[in-house]
Each structure stands twice: as structure tokens, then as C-alpha cells.
């Protein structure tokens, strides 16, 4: 065989090896899909992954976050589980209408997510709530608690001793708004203060991308954000004063309940963690060597967690 043939013939068989391996790779993020949906004239933006006839999993995002903070995990859950990740209004890719054209509550959140699950058809899911999202989903379960299969916490605080000493200026904001503002957006909103919440005192700071930060203060520093943030967060002096109620409903109904908390979090102590216990005595508490933000560092773990629970409460294995 001459030269040119014997390359020719090898170029072919390397090219059917290729299509071969083309033909068998399977991405994990086959499924993930991105959707928008009208909810009372709000564009609302969600996630979704998964067969829609497996079980739900509702994921609520934190502040300043949006769906996009559950991008990891996604592909990690979509072989088994209908996943739903939705933006807040104000937040991510939904709208972001004024304050004086959307009033800017947990309440009101909580009633466009109560209302995009029955649009979406979700009969009944579990909750996996983090940060922002633990206010917006213990008011989704106490309006429908026949729709909570089970809860997962992710360093959202149902109870006071959870609140770290970072939360004395943003107290003293919801005492005097008007002069506190500034020392609020100082504390709260400022490039440190969104890298901080990602870094916490994480002795691993390599191990976190930049970007989560730099994006999210791009999103902060977006036309009206200041107003509508700074309101939503007045608004979440209400969250404080609901907790007894929340952990009335926890220690009421018991549900099999998951926490995954990141302990290098500055603005949540593990205190907070470990507080499910006392309403729920049979809650998983795991602390992860993570942040605020624990999918920066701990997504397989999470991961892991997550499915062990889910197929638990599933009854068959992961």
C-alpha cells in the first residue's frame, strides 16, 4: 500500500473511532433547560432539569444571587429528580420593576413562587432553601404545607443565635433606615462586602472563582438596584419576627429535613445549623468546609448529600 493510501486509510479509521466516541459520550447537562413565564405581569426566569414526571426539587436562591448560584448542582440531580430553579422578582433575569411598581416583601415573592410551582404543575416537591431563600420558602410551606415533601437548608437562618455580629448595622438600619442606609450599603452591598460573603474565612480562597463575586456586584450596581435591594432588606426585619412561627410549623409537622450548612460563612454562625435540631430532632446537620455560598467549594459534597437524602426519602438507593 502506498504512502498516501496508508495515511488516508488511517485518517478514516481515526475519524469512525471519533464518531464512535461522539456517539457514546452523554453530557450531563443534556436536560438543563432555560425558561421564562408571566406571573401576574412579572417576566419570571427559571431552571429547569430533569424529567418532569420525577420527583420535584424546588431551589430557592440567596441574596444577591439568583437561579444561576445552582448551576453546579444541576447536572448532578437531573438524571433522577424534575429540578426548578427560578429567579425572584428583582433578581437574576426576571423583572426588575420600582419599588413603586412592585412591592419589594418576602410575602409577595413568596406568592409569585407559590403561583409559578402551580403553573409549572408541581404538585408537591422538596424545598431546598438558601439564605434569601429560607424566608421566601418557610412562607411557601406555611401557605402550602401539603405541597413540602421535605426541606434541605443551605445557610438560611430560622433562628436568632444564627445571626452573626454582622448583623448589628443592618439591625440598626431597620431601626433608622433613613440614616442608616449608607452604613447599610457599606455592610452589605459593597464590592468587599459581596466578595466577603463568598469567602467568609474560608482558608482556601484559591479554591473560589472570582467571578461568582464580580458578577453579582455588576448585578448590585445595575439601574435601581440600590432602591429595590435596600427595601427587600427593610422587609427582612419580618423574617426575624417569623421565626417562632417557622419553627412552630418545623416542630409541628417534623419534615425530613437536610442541612448542609457551610461553616465559613460571616453572616451566618453554624449556630443556626445546628438550631434545626431542637424542631426537628431527626434533621441531618452537616458541616461542610465551605462559605456562605457552599457550592463554591463543597458541590460534590453537596451532591452527594442531596442524592443520599432525596433517594432515602424516595425509599430506593441513589
Known sequence: ???????????????????????????????????????????????????????????????????????????????????IAPDYPGFGNSSAPPPSDFAYTFDNIAGVMNELTAKLGLGNYVLFMQDYGGPVGFRMALAHPERVRGIIIQNAVSHEQGLSPLWDARRRYWADPAHELEALKANFTSLAATRQRHLGSSPHPERYDPDTWGDEYAFLTRPGQAEIQTTLFLDYRTNVASYPKWQEWLRKTRPPTLVAWGKYDPSFAVAGASAYRDDVPAAEVHLLDAGHFALDEATDEIAALVRDFLARLDGHKG
Open 1 to 83: 500500500m502506498s504512502i498516501p493510501a496508508a495515511l488516508a486509510l488511517s485518517a478514516a479509521m481515526a475519524c469512525t473511532v471519533i464518531q464512535a466516541s461522539a456517539q457514546e459520550l452523554r453530557s450531563s447537562r443534556r436536560s438543563i433547560s432555560y425558561h421564562t413565564i408571566d406571573i401576574g405581569g412579572l417576566k419570571t426566569f427559571y431552571r429547569e432539569a430533569g424529567s418532569p414526571d420525577a420527583p420535584a426539587v424546588l431551589l430557592l436562591h440567596g441574596f444577591p444571587s439568583s437561579s444561576r448560584m445552582w448551576e453546579p448542582l444541576l447536572p448532578l440531580l437531573a438524571d433522577k429528580y424534575h429540578v
